[in-house]
């Protein structure tokens, strides 16, 4: 087991979540290196199936996917991100993630060498504030109300 493994191992005991390492490469590609366990537990997928894919965003529910490039953007500049997405599982289950990311600047390189993170599975909190914004967003205007009459 390497550092990488080691560590996010122990990280991901204390989260529900996964972590994982991305090494991006010269041409911009996105090359998993490492990934806790609970990824197999949220998502269905084995670690090696998923990065022989090709690529990670076919895991992302589509209307998401600009919700993850635009932190994939972010990453690239050099900002640490949060964002939250679904995911569409091996099971064909929506499950939400919130996904904090950091980028690795490489200064040899002149640019992002690495992305370090961890996604939380926040499908359970977004089930039951979901309906809250609904039932909200349903509910008469009181003001507007008050000004018709």
């Known amino acids: 087991m390497n550092f990488f493994e080691e560590y996010y191992r122990s990280v991901s005991k204390r989260i529900s979540g996964f972590a994982y390492a991305f090494r991006v490469e010269s041409n911009g590609a996105f090359v998993c290196e490492c990934v806790t366990e609970t990824f197999v537990h949220i998502t269905g997928y084995p670690f090696e199936g998923v990065n022989a894919q090709g690529h990670w965003l076919s895991l992302v529910y589509p209307n ?3 919700i993850l490039e635009k932190q994939l953007d972010c990453l690239l500049s ?5 964002s939250e997405f679904r995911i569409i ?3 064909d289950e929506i499950r939400w993630l919130r996904n904090y990311a950091h980028p690795a600047w490489g200064e040899t390189q002149g640019r992002v060498i ?3 993170g961890t996604a939380q599975d926040i499908t359970k909190q977004m089930q039951l504030e979901i309906p809250k914004i609904f039932r909200r967003d349903a509910l008469p205007d009181k003001k507007a109300s008050t000004d018709n009459r």
């Not at 050099?78 to 949060?82: E, L, P, Y």
């Open 64 to 66: 998401d996917i600009p």
């Open 114 to 116: 690495r992305i370090y």
């Open 89 to 91: 599982t091996k099971s």
């Open 78 to 82: 050099g900002q640490s991100n949060v």
